[in-house]
T-cell receptor, first 118, second 114 residues
């Protein structure tokens, strides 16, 4: 596979469930991102990881728990979500941040996971 | 706080027309600005990236301009085609070169009718 892949593509969960979203990039990048895209709202950054270390948490509620075991994989663990958390969750990757030219590079996005919380 | 606004929210044009999408941002201290395309149910595809020191970038029928001082960018699409139908998102990367944070506008949904 090439690019950035996300699984599952669609997820329906109850408010008491625990689930995880998975992202994998095959681009040799070292920075990975989680974004949330809600209806009628701008796409919103949630977390940034650079060389497996979290460098940005955009005031995300603790019911969202990210995990980055290596530079190619990123997870978003979900528990006790609310209906308003229903959205499209997008993963992206880019060249490492803080290196020469790194921040000039674009971010490559996966297709997203469409989440519905009942 | 940086805010990005895109006008119009939706646009419908006949095939072959040239069109302009607008993006404005409130804080001119940006590192770069990008235009993305998003097809329904899919992720984002980067179209053009303009560094803060640049004025424009071109790729095929697309031309993006940047006026940092006025906080504006435009995406010009020449000879539009039905395949151009999608949502176009503008995003700015703020200040420091060490941050990956992009601030997005809400997008312009374009429909090109055959």
């Amino acid at each position: 596979e090439t690019g950035v892949t996300q699984t599952p593509r669609h997820l329906v969960m109850g408010m008491t469930n625990k689930k995880s979203l998975k992202c994998e990039q095959h681009l040799g990048h070292n920075a990975m991102y989680w974004y949330k895209q809600s209806a009628k709202k701008p796409l919103e950054l949630m977390f940034v990881y650079n060389f497996k270390e979290q460098t940005e948490n955009n005031s995300v509620p603790s019911r969202f728990s990210p995990e980055c075991p290596n530079s190619s994989h990123l997870f978003l663990h979900l528990h006790t979500l609310q209906p308003e958390d229903s959205a499209l969750y997008l993963c992206a990757s880019s060249q490492a941040l803080g290196v020469i030219g790194g921040s000039k590079e674009t971010q490559y996005f996966g297709p997203g996971t469409r989440l519905l919380v009942l | 706080k940086q805010e990005v606004t895109q006008i119009p929210a939706a646009l419908s044009v006949p095939e072959g027309e040239n069109l302009v999408l607008n993006c404005s941002f409130t804080d001119s201290a940006i590192y770069n600005l990008q235009w993305f395309r998003q097809d329904p149910g899919k992720g984002l595809t980067s179209l053009l990236l303009i560094q803060s020191s640049q004025r424009e970038q071109t790729s095929g029928r697309l031309n993006a301009s940047l006026d940092k001082s006025s906080g504006r960018s435009t995406l010009y699409i020449a000879a539009s085609q039905p395949g151009d139908s999608a949502t176009y998102l503008c995003a700015v990367k703020e200040g420091s070169s060490n941050t990956g944070k992009l601030i997005f506008g809400q997008g312009t949904t374009l429909q090109v009718k055959p």
